[in-house]
T-cell receptor, first 112, second 113 residues
Framework: DTAVSQTPKYLVTQMGNDKSIKCEQN?????MYWYKQDSKKFLKIMFS???????INETVPNRFSPKSPDKAHLNLHINSLELGDSAVYFC???????????FGEGSWLTVV | GENVEQHPSTLSVQEGDSAVIKCTYS??????FPWYKQELGKRPQLIID?????GEKKDQRIAVTLNKTAKHFSLHITETQPEDSAVYFC????????????FGTGTQLKVEL
């Protein structure tokens, strides 16, 4: 009964490939996020959706495309993967009227 | 946009000692300041938070203080234990409207026996 679950947990892929990471939350939250944590542990927001509407879109290459089919799901698709995309990608969720953000377990992406 | 600075980047203490981590923020509109603990290979987990209408908050061995005028906030851990060893992140945001958390750069805390 994981609150925020994301798959896959580990992903090793070659440069130039396209890959997706899926995220689902069962907390009934209306806002979902993607954060990227690089090798230096720095956590930075990439995207945020509220009720399937994109509300935060940071300076992220357009090779990254989020998709939210419903408010419980937020997927991240990455085209033409580059070495620099190697990182841990965390999905998270919150209730817009409240502040606490809950993170998923992370997806370790390694591009070789 | 918001900028959060965090110090120190690494902190080593003896078991039972106190640990203090300090953060400063730039956006005076920020009004929510959570602290997250991230163990190796795990997700960041909220350990305590404070809002701008409160100067101090305590939860057992951890406490957070906020100085709005100086735009800085601190995490205090007393009677540290080996299981407190982790990376700690401060963050800041304005509540509502998307809740874009800006994180500090993290502090690696090591509690030595």
């Amino acid at each position: 009964d994981t609150a925020v679950s994301q798959t896959p947990k580990y992903l090793v892929t070659q440069m130039g490939n396209d890959k997706s990471i899926k995220c689902e939350q069962n907390l009934g939250h209306d806002t979902m996020y993607w954060y990227k944590q690089d090798s230096k542990k720095f956590l930075k927001i990439m995207f945020s959706y509220n009720n399937k509407e994109l509300i935060i879109n940071e300076t992220v290459p357009n090779r990254f495309s989020p998709k939210s089919p419903d408010k419980a799901h937020l997927n991240l698709h990455i085209n033409s993967l580059e070495l620099g995309d190697s990182a841990v990608y965390f999905c998270a969720s919150s209730q817009r009227s409240r502040d606490t953000i809950y993170f998923g377990e992370g997806s370790w992406l390694t591009v070789v | 946009g918001e900028n959060v600075e965090q110090h120190p980047s690494t902190l080593s203490v003896q078991e039972g000692d106190s640990a203090v981590i300090k953060c400063t923020y730039s956006d005076s509109a920020s009004n929510y300041f959570p602290w997250y603990k991230q163990e190796l290979g795990k997700r960041p987990q909220l350990i305590i938070d404070i809002r701008s209408n409160v100067g101090e908050k305590k939860d057992q061995r951890i406490a957070v203080t906020l100085n709005k005028t100086a735009k800085h906030f601190s995490l205090h851990i007393t009677e540290t234990q080996p299981e407190d060893s982790a990376v700690y992140f401060c963050a800041a945001t304005t509540t509502g409207g998307g809740n874009k958390l800006t994180f500090g750069t993290g502090t690696q805390l090591k509690v030595e026996l």
